[in-house]
């Protein structure tokens, strides 16, 4: 809800007001993902304009839905790994937004997870099994995990009756520490996904503000909010006549790192003033 309340002051201001110069009609999965085909389906039949979402597997919905009608992700990752453009400069079909970057930040996380924490050495990563773009990972950031001496796991949960063997499953692997992907499905379990890992006494770092907010120890990445609200602009172009093929991905280009101090105290960890210092934000 977060992102559709940024997204509709995007709107207001460029000038729209619902009612008077835009309708826009909604539609909400309610965090059952397996509701968004059929929602996706629901817009296509009413023919709007153009059709926006906040994330990148109703992106995918809206995608299998039309091909046709115009397609803005407010604040999406990977969307060319997924097929859903063909580049970011040239998206070439009926889809354009704003890539949050997630995989790309993976290497940055941990090198500030390690940073904050020196004691790390064993990391688990927790995917999302139906986010196909995380099937490369943590394969992806090997290399830093080698230079920064950490053994990196990954570990699956698709659904929040999942959660608890998943967390049994990291203890008994040895894990220390914790880096939750940075997914719609993670962010509307957030408050679940961080009272484990304090249970388990296992530091997070994650590429949401929102998972830091709930508990987790650290975060690093570009604030959805501001994403979504910067998608409004690709929304007014469309109505003024542009095309998604022609209309650049945009891409996430401010990450705050922000760090939450109550968590670090009830694990027992001291930041260091310098890094502090580097925090966009502290919670205290």
Known sequence: MGCLVAFRRGLRDLGYVEGQNI???????????DRLSTLAAELVRLTPDVLWTNSTPAALAAKQATTTIPIVVGSGG?????GLVASLARP??????????????????????K?????????????????????RVPSTIEVEARVLGVQLQRV????????????????????DALM???TAFFVQHRQRLQELALRHRLPTMSGTRFHA????LLAYGAFSLELCQRSAVLVDKILKGAK?????????????????????????????????GRADEVLR
């Open 156 to 175: 699956e949960a698709g659904a929040p009756d999942a959660f608890e063997a998943a967390f049994a499953t990291m203890v008994q692997g040895g894990a």
């Open 244 to 276: 998604p093929a022609d209309l650049p991905v945009e891409r996430g280009d401010k990450f705050y790192l922000v760090v939450n101090l109550k968590t670090a105290a009830a694990l027992g960890l001291t930041i260091s003033p310098l890094f502090l």
């Open 78 to 82: 990977d969307l060319v790994e997924l």
């Open 92 to 113: 070439g079909g009926n889809l354009t937004g704003v890539d949050s970057r997630p995989l790309d930040l993976l290497g940055k996380q941990l090198e500030l997870f």
């Open 23 to 33: 309708t826009v009609a909604y539609r909400y999965a309610e965090g059952q993902r």
């Open 115 to 135: 940073e904050t924490v020196l004691t790390i050495s064993h990391v688990v990563v927790l995917v999302d099994p139906a986010a196909r773009a995380h099937d």
């Open 180 to 182: 939750i992907m940075d």
């Open 213 to 216: 907010e709930a508990g987790g």
